[in-house]
Structure formats: structure tokens, C-alpha cells
């Protein structure tokens, strides 16, 4: 079955850190641009990052720029997003998605998987 899977939400202070796997299933990521979105509740869906297929490329918004980091291990089959600093507006259901253009195309753009989101939820 050809599918995305992410892991590692979970409950963290202000001020922490979560490390999201985007694991692919049936399929290698190698040919494709992987981002990461969020969505809180009542708010719309927003990307958070983007990789491109050969790694070289990345894209953060203001919002999380400096405190989020992605990278791919194409061993692994895995795309991570390292966020640090973390605060309670992070709180949100974030998902991967990977599209076979080099790119990204924003949050409401074309993409061939999307995974089922894993829960972020910044509170003390």
C-alpha cells in the first residue's frame, strides 16, 4: 500500500522540542519535493516547510523560520521536521504531503500523498 506515515506529535511545554518522521510506504521519496503543513482548529491549513526532491532546496515561513529544520534521509525513506523553541500557536495537526514536481506548491496546491497528521499540541 503506497502511503505516508507521520510520528512523533505529542504534548510538550513552551519552549520544547518534537522531532516528525514522514515515513513513506510502497514508494521511495527520492523523486519527490515533501512538505509540512498544520492546521489548527477554526484556522486554515498552512505550510510550515518544504524540501525539495534532491535535498537542496528549503522553504520555512517567518512564523517558524530559525526554529524549524527539515531534512530527508533518503536510507531511512524518511523526511523529518525538528522544531525547537516551540510555542503554544504551534498547536496544530500537522501532515506531510510529497508531490513529484521539484517543489512545493503551497498548502492548497496538487500533492500525491498526504498523510493522516499527528497531533502537536505546546501547552504548560
Known amino acids: 500500500q503506497l502511503q505516508l506515515v507521520e510520528s512523533g506529535g505529542g504534548l510538550v511545554q513552551p519552549g520544547g522540542s518534537l522531532r516528525l518522521s514522514c515515513a513513506a510506504s510502497?514508494?521511495?521519496?527520492?523523486?519527490?519535493?515533501i512538505g509540512w503543513f498544520r492546521q489548527a482548529p477554526g484556522k486554515e491549513r498552512e505550510g510550515v516547510s518544504c524540501?525539495?526532491?534532491?535535498?537542496?532546496?528549503?522553504h520555512y515561513p517567518d512564523s517558524v523560520k530559525g526554529r524549524f529544520t527539515i531534512s530527508r534521509d533518503k536510507d531511512k525513506n524518511t523526511v523529518y521536521l525538528q522544531m525547537n523553541s516551540l510555542k503554544p500557536e504551534d498547536t496544530a495537526v500537522y501532515y506531510c504531503?510529497?508531490?513529484?514536481?521539484?517543489?512545493?506548491?503551497?498548502?492548497?496546491?496538487?500533492?500525491?500523498?498526504w498523510g493522516q497528521g499527528t497531533q502537536v499540541t505546546v501547552s504548560s
Open positions: 510502497g514508494f521511495t521519496l527520492d523523486y519527490y519535493a
Open positions: 524540501i525539495s526532491s534532491s535535498g537542496g532546496s528549503t
Open positions: 504531503a510529497a508531490t513529484r514536481e521539484y517543489f512545493c506548491s503551497g498548502p492548497r496546491g496538487d500533492y500525491d500523498f
